[in-house]
């Protein structure tokens, strides 16, 4: 009862914040995001009968407090579907940095929800599978299916579970995004609780539908400037939804902002084809074609920050044995 599995983390490209049902983890609305490989969390689990309590240990470091809690609870949805009470050993590393707006409980929750269900034996389809890593995290739904993945609204698993977008090939392998890596370290449930307590919050979840509508026919159409020019309106709507909650909170750094006017300056004075993007925290994703990567790279590393390469990733898979942590 072992498994091994790895996931991509995402880039939100129609965002959500809020969740109608804190324990299911059920979001308001549909979100809409692209796996970024190739960074990746890579996770082992074990059903173990000689064990007398769970342990969890990521990059490292044994875990406690909330984020075990959240690792529990998928553990124990698993546990509950496949009618075992086993106790498990749990280890996950990750290939890039987290708690920097890069996507890591993604790929966490997905890379371990497909691995606790291949270990406890249980045959799911993707789609099943991502109903028990939203429960880790919402976005973590949209890593297990992997590319342009689309997380319907509802209020059961019947519902509210991933499935992927189809896009033409050409487009999805001419994408790259370049990271623009701002240390900042944010907290995304408090970002959710904030956002849902905006005076903004409604106007949002009227605007939402139409623009995940516009964003499934951008994908389907293979067009990068409308895709990407919606994913960087989202960016603004959802930020000043979350600065506008009771606290006020302002996540975006000096370097974010500086990102920002770099792209925008590419994209008017230069005739490059690149927008921004941001989910929760300080960090940016930067959205641009193979041919104009380099250009865009070096223009964001003037900036003063690190970056990242990416292109579209995969779904979650499980890995062979000899790909086990422990």
Not at 90 to 102: L, R
Not at 242 to 251: D, F, I, N
Not at 303 to 308: D, L
């Amino acid at each position: 009862m072992k498994a091994t599995a790895r996931a991509h983390p995402i880039e939100g490209l129609v965002k959500y914040h809020g969740m109608r049902d804190e324990e299911l983890r059920l979001p308001y609305h549909d979100s809409i995001s692209l796996c970024t490989a190739p960074s990746n969390t890579t996770t082992t689990v074990e059903f173990d009968t000689s064990l007398t309590e769970d342990r969890y240990v990521i990059d490292g470091e044994e875990v406690d407090g909330r984020a075990a809690e959240r690792v529990c609870h998928v553990v124990d949805h698993v546990r509950e579907l496949a009618g075992i009470d086993h106790r498990v050993r749990f280890e996950s590393e990750n290939s890039f940095p987290t708690n920097v707006g890069f996507g890591s409980s993604a790929s966490g929750f997905a890379a371990a929800a497909t691995a606790l269900a291949d270990a406890a034996g249980l045959d799911l389809t993707l789609p099943e599978i991502s109903t028990i890593a939203r429960r880790g995290s919402c976005s973590a739904a949209r890593a297990v299916t992997g590319g342009f993945s689309h997380l319907r609204s509802g209020l059961n698993d019947a519902d509210c579970r991933s499935e992927t977008v189809s896009s033409p090939e050409a487009f999805e392998e001419d994408l790259r995004v370049i990271g623009a890596l701002v240390p900042s370290y944010k907290e995304t449930e408090h970002a959710h609780e904030e956002a849902a307590a905006s005076h903004m919050f409604e106007a949002r979840m009227a605007h939402i539908h139409g623009q995940i509508a516009k964003m499934r026919d951008a994908l389907q159409e293979g067009n990068f400037h409308r895709t990407f020019e919606l994913a960087e309106h989202d960016t603004l709507s959802l930020t000043a939804t979350t600065m506008t909650g009771p606290s006020g909170w302002v996540y975006w750094q000096p370097e974010t902002i500086e990102v920002f006017n770099t792209v925008r300056r590419l994209r008017t004075e230069e005739e490059v084809p690149v927008y921004f993007s941001a989910d929760t925290g300080a960090s940016v994703y930067v959205n641009t074609t193979a041919e104009y990567a380099d250009r865009v790279e070096d223009a964001i590393a003037d900036c003063g920050v690190e970056t990242r390469r990416w292109h579209v990733g995969g779904p979650a898979e499980v890995l062979p044995e000899e790909n086990a942590l422990f």
